[in-house]
Every structure is written in structure tokens, then in C-alpha cells.
């Protein structure tokens, strides 16, 4: 019965891309699987090819994506997958949206792509309107400044920078750099290269370029090799599930990790070692979808403030809508706005929110070739305008409590192979037994046609597109049902 119910919301809701002013594009109505394994034969072959100049150990299949569309990936296999995981949170209004597709028709936008400046040096005359009407019309509340970037890693690193350059402005006050600071900075000596540091959490993902890989803590296999700061790192909360059922011992668990936010500011400070700034995602992504209440960021914020420490946020993976509000942090109700907000990834391209005063007085301290990417603006632009005009906000949450109820009522089902449902919106995970448990429910679930993705040692992640329906959840969930029964 169940599924001749979806069968009809299936044909009755098919997710045509586009309305008439714009070409259509109708997405598959269910995911169709064709060969033997995924990868199939041809993705086999393409990355033998691709192998012999380029190192494949990551890569899971070839995608066409001329045939995809909508929630759904093609690979070159023929094989149809509904896409929950969309390239790591990255894809907000699915595969080939016709109104992105447009957006560089238009010969004017096609030149901003073309003609890609040296954003800090050679601006185009569009630039600051842009800026105006596109990115500062979605800043977090109580940030009225922004720097772009290229991506995750590169805004969180030099988010670090301005954050040291803050600090320092503080120390040095109102006086010119001494000679002595601005030779011995050139041997990466003090006072000019002074030690400070970024406070960090367990099970931390801000990215993989050098400094930013100081403060990831969420595989061995980022850092081995690699050299590091010495920073210090706090424990993030580890919550008991239900979170209903377990909030006196979650809530003491949000006071012993603040407390141990404190300590390690406090002994770094006596080390002659500073922390500047604490670098927090609102949900820790890569290392597991590990959440923190509402109280411990209030009370992080506390901290910070107390101490003349900058509150970085970073939204990177969090940022763009996935949780049914914006920003992940609006979730928080902060007195105050956080110090710098990072992002990347649904927006298209990175960088971060701050105020004046995370501005560097002098030029070329905060700087790059291109800073940013004015195409990648132009599609954010569309973006924000098919969320607004669809309400893709309200159907994140409304599909989101779809799933979360469904994945909370397949751990009722199945408690042995499932635990700790979680999230917000469609923003969600949820726990395995085992490591070797969730990679085989993940490579079993791809079979079926669903694509998802793990997290930390024992999670199962879903990031599907804002344009994901209460339908497509329920394909979902009866496949992962399927796959809990044939284990």
C-alpha cells in the first residue's frame, strides 16, 4: 500500500527544473541501478586512465553530468542515484537547474566568467554592487564586512590571519611597526612572527591547508606527516541520545568541555602561547555530526568575550540552508554576532563575515590572485533568489522532520544495527554499531540507488539538496530499510 502511495506522490510531484520562462527538465521519478557494482565497468576504466597521471583512492565513480538532474546523479555506468550526500553539502538546488543554467546566457555574465580578475587589484565596475546586493544581503546579522575566497580551507586560513592581525592591533595599539618586527617576521622570529595560537576541538574539520590543518582533528590520515602549531584543542560536547531523555547529563557535559575551553586558555596564556581565537563549527561535519546545544556556544561566547578572544563560526559546511535557517548559528540565538563567519561550499565560492574590526589597516596583508570568483557570484545570486521564491527554507524543515522521524523510527526498528538520531532540517545523521557496519550500509544503500556518505568512525551523513521533497525522503528511507533487513 505504501508503495502505491509513493508511486502517486512520485508522479503527482515530479520536480520539473524551471517554469516558462526557462527550458525543462524533468528529474528521474526513482533511482535505477544497472550495473553489476558501482563503481560499474566504465568508471573502472576511467579511473585506470585517470590514475596514471593522478592519485584515484578517494574517487567512488565517474559522474555524467550532462544526464543529471534534479536530486538525482548519473554516473557513466547508465546507474540513476538519489543524491543525499550532493558532492559534500556543496550542491544546493540539485543537478542542472535551468535557472543556473541560464545565468550565463546572458553575454554579460558569460564576460564576468571569462575575464576572471585579480579581485584584491583589478575589480570589475560590477563588483561592489554585487558585493552589496548579493553577499552582504545574506551576512549574519551584526557583520557588515566580508572578504572573499576560493574555498573552505583558504577562508578559514586567512580568517586565522586577520584574527592575529585583531590581537596584535590590540598589543601594539596605535604604533608603527619597529624595525625589529618587521626583519626578525622575515626569519619567523619573534617579536615580528609572535606565538599565538587558535583554540580547536576534538573531532574538528576547518580544512587541510597548513595552518587550518592545525586546528582539523577528525582523521589521522589529514595530519600524518604534516607539521603543526603547537594550539591547544578542547573537547567538544558527547552527547547521550535521546537528547530528551538525557539533559541533565548533556548539560553537565556542555560545563566540564567550557571548562576545559577556560583552562586551556589559561594555561597557553601562562606558556607565553596566546590563544587569539576559537575556531567552532556549529555542527562538527567530517568528524562525526557531533551537535553542541544552544547553552555551550551561548557559553563559549561568554568565554571569549571574557577573555578578548575572537569567536570564529564556521560555516562552511554548516552555512546555505541545510539546517532550515540560513546560518546554522541563527539556531543559537547569540546576545551578540560571532566575531568572523567562515563559508564556502552552497555559496559557490568562500570566504568570511567580520566587522571593522577584523579589517587589516594596511593593504596586501589579507590577499590573493583572484580573492574570490565574480562568476561563482552571479550563480549565488540565482540561488538566493529560487530560495526565496520557492520558500526552500520551510521545505528543508518540512522534509527534514520526513526523515529525521522516519530515520528515528528505523533505529526504533532496528536498535541493534542503528542509534543517535540526529540534526537539524535535512541536515542529518545518524550512528552504526560499527565502523565496518555503516561502510557496509553505505555501499549497500549506493547499490539501491541512494547516494550518501559517511562521518567520523560510525556515522552515517545525509546532505541532501534544498530542493529534496518529502517524497524523495521516503524513497530513501524504504531503501535504507531494505538494507537494514538484509543485514
Not at 541563527?330 to 570566504?351: A, I, R
Request: charged share 25%.
Amino acid at each position: 500500500m505504501r508503495h502505491l502511495l509513493l508511486n502517486t506522490l512520485i508522479k503527482q510531484n515530479v520536480y520539473r527544473l524551471g517554469c516558462n520562462r526557462y527550458s525543462t527538465l524533468q528529474e528521474p521519478k526513482e533511482p535505477i541501478v544497472k550495473s553489476k557494482a558501482i563503481p560499474g565497468p566504465k568508471s573502472l576504466e576511467l579511473k585506470d586512465k585517470l590514475d596514471a597521471v593522478q592519485s584515484t583512492g578517494t574517487i567512488q565513480l565517474f559522474a555524467d553530468y550532462e544526464k543529471s538532474a534534479g536530486n538525482y546523479i548519473c554516473d557513466v555506468d547508465g546507474n540513476v542515484l538519489l543524491d543525499v550526500y550532493t558532492q559534500i553539502s556543496s550542491v544546493p538546488l540539485g543537478y542542472n537547474h535551468p535557472r543556473l543554467i541560464n545565468v550565463f546566457k546572458d553575454e554579460k555574465n558569460l564576460k564576468t566568467l571569462i575575464n576572471r580578475p585579480a579581485l584584491g587589484v583589478f575589480p570589475g565596475k560590477e563588483w561592489p554592487e554585487k558585493l552589496h546586493s548579493i553577499l552582504m544581503n545574506i551576512a549574519p546579522k551584526g557583520l557588515n564586512k566580508i572578504t572573499t575566497m576560493m574555498c573552505g580551507s583558504c577562508s578559514n586560513e586567512n580568517a586565522y590571519k586577520s584574527i592575529f592581525i585583531w590581537y596584535q592591533n590590540k598589543v601594539r595599539g596605535t604604533a608603527a611597526f619597529t624595525e625589529q618586527e618587521k626583519c626578525s617576521c622575515m626569519i619567523n622570529q619573534a617579536p615580528g612572527s609572535p606565538q599565538l595560537s587558535i583554540l580547536s576541538f576534538k573531532g574538528a574539520f576547518h580544512g587541510r591547508t597548513l595552518g587550518a590543518l592545525s586546528t582539523t582533528h577528525s582523521k589521522y590520515i589529514h595530519k600524518m606527516d604534516i607539521p603543526s602549531f603547537d594550539w591547544p584543542v578542547a573537547s567538544f560536547p558527547q552527547y547521550k541520545y535521546p537528547l530528551d531523555e538525557n539533559v541533565a547529563e548533556n548539560k553537565k557535559e556542555d560545563q566540564k568541555c567550557l571548562s576545559e575551553v577556560e583552562d586551556l586558555i589559561e594555561q597557553y596564556t601562562k606558556k607565553s602561547n596566546p590563544v587569539a581565537g576559537v575556531a567552532i563549527e556549529p555542527i562538527q561535519s567530517e568528524g562525526g555530526d557531533n551537535e553542541a546545544s544552544p547553552e555551550f556556544f551561548r557559553g563559549l561566547q561568554s568565554i571569549c568575550k571574557k577573555r578578548g578572544v575572537a569567536l570564529l563560526i564556521d560555516e562552511v559546511q554548516t552555512g546555505g540552508g541545510g539546517t532550515g535557517k540560513f546560518w546554522c548559528h541563527e539556531h543559537f540565538n547569540f546576545e551578540q554576532p560571532p566575531d568572523v563567519v567562515t563559508f564556502s561550499k552552497k555559496l559557490q565560492l568562500g570566504g568570511y563575515f567580520h566587522n571593522d574590526d577584523f579589517v587589516p589597516n594596511e593593504p596586501y596583508r589579507i590577499f590573493n590572485t583572484w580573492m574570490g570568483d565574480p562568476g561563482k557570484v552571479l550563480l549565488l545570486e540565482e540561488i538566493i533568489k529560487v530560495i526565496q521564491e520557492e520558500k526552500l527554507l520551510a521545505n528543508v524543515n518540512e522534509t527534514g522532520k520526513v526523515l529525521k522521524d522516519g530515520l528515528l523510527n528505523l533505529e526504533k526498528e532496528f536498535p541493534n544495527i542503528l542509534n543517535s538520531t540526529r540534526g537539524r532540517g535535512t541536515f542529518l545523521a545518524i550512528n552504526c554499531t560499527n565502523t565496518n557496519v555503516r561502510d557496509r550500509i553505505i555501499t549497500a544503500l549506493r547499490h539501491t540507488g541512494v547516494q550518501t556518505g559517511g562521518c567520523g568512525d560510525i556515522s552515517i551523513r545525509f546532505r541532501p539538496a534544498l530542493v529534496f521533497k518529502k517524497y524523495h525522503a521516503n524513497i530513501v528511507l524504504d531503501r535504507f530499510r531494505t538494507v537494514l533487513k538484509s543485514l
